[in-house]
Nanobody, 114 residues
Framework: VQLVESGGGLVQAGYSLRLSCEASGDTICISTMGWYRHIPGQGRELVGLITLGGSTNYADSVKGRFAISRENAKNTLYLQMNSLKPEDTAVYYC?????????WGRGTLVTVSS
C-alpha cells in the first residue's frame, strides 16, 4: 500500500484548506486511517482518526475546526481544515492501518500566515 498526500500550501489565517490522501496498491487491507502533523520544533501529533465505518475522533486542538472523511470506493482520505491558525502550520501526514502494518505517506506542508 502507498499513500500520497496532496492539497497543502500557503493560506492566510482564518481561511480553509482541504488535504487529500490517495491510497494505492493492495488497499483491501486498509481499516482505520488518520491524519498526523509535525509542527516545527515539536514531535508528530495526532490530528484525527476515522474508522472503516466512518467513526471519527479528533485532537482537542482541532475539534470543531477540522473534519476527516473518506471515500472508500476511491481509496481516498480527506482532511477539511477550517478557521486555520498560524499554529496549524505543519507537515501533515496520512496514515493507514493495513492489517497490523502502519503505512505512512510522505507528507504535505501547510503554512498558515498571520
Amino acid at each position: 500500500v502507498q499513500l500520497v498526500e496532496s492539497g497543502g500550501g500557503l493560506v492566510q489565517a482564518g481561511y480553509s484548506l482541504r488535504l487529500s490522501c490517495e491510497a494505492s496498491g493492495d488497499t483491501i487491507c486498509i481499516s482505520t486511517m488518520g491524519w498526523y502533523r509535525h509542527i516545527p520544533g515539536q514531535g508528530r501529533e495526532l490530528v484525527g482518526l476515522i474508522t472503516l465505518g466512518g467513526s471519527t475522533n479528533y485532537a482537542d486542538s482541532v475539534k470543531g475546526r477540522f473534519a476527516i472523511s473518506r471515500e472508500n470506493a476511491k481509496n481516498t482520505l480527506y482532511l477539511q481544515m477550517n478557521s486555520l491558525k498560524p499554529e496549524d502550520t505543519a507537515v501533515y501526514y496520512c496514515k493507514a492501518l493495513c492489517g497490523d502494518l502502519e503505512v505512512w505517506g510522505r507528507g504535505t506542508l501547510v503554512t498558515v500566515s498571520s
